[in-house]
Nanobody, 124 residues
Framework: QVQLVESGGGLVQAGGSLRLSCAAS????????MGWFRRAPGKEREFVAA????????YYADSVKGRFTISRDNAKITVYLQMNSLRPEDTAIYYC?????????????????WGQGTQVTVSS
């Protein structure tokens, strides 16, 4: 079993930055790809970014490429999402997600574990 707890959300002005963290627990965290999704008001949950266990591969949605960076620290069992140049359209609840594989972490229907989410609000 894997438990995921997000933190770091908040209110920021357009052009600002936030860093989200996702702390994982559970003995089955090893070798899992991790990712982030978001759900904006009135919209479906969408993929944001994913990273392999070894951090040798990352993948981003086109809408965040060049502005967001996903990283992880396996010693701390934590995944991060650095968000720069934030826009009002980035406003959403951001969810941490866990594999089992990299391929399954980029599609919401095949994610195995979800966090509860953290709210990010970007004002114009």
């Amino acid at each position: 079993q894997v438990q995921l707890v997000e933190s770091g959300g908040g209110l920021v002005q357009a052009g600002g930055s936030l860093r989200l963290s996702c702390a994982a627990s559970g003995r089955t965290f090893s070798n899992r790809a991790m990712g982030w999704f978001r759900r904006a008001p009135g919209k479906e949950r969408e993929f944001v970014a994913a990273i392999t266990w070894s951090s040798d591969s990352t993948y981003y949605a086109d809408s965040v490429k060049g502005r967001f960076t996903i990283s992880r620290d396996n010693a701390k069992i934590t995944v991060y999402l650095q968000m720069n140049s934030l826009r009002p359209e980035d406003t959403a609840i951001y969810y941490c997600a866990a594999g089992p594989s990299f391929q399954t972490t980029v599609v919401a229907d095949t994610v195995q574990y979800w966090g509860q989410g953290t709210q990010v609000t970007v004002s114009s």
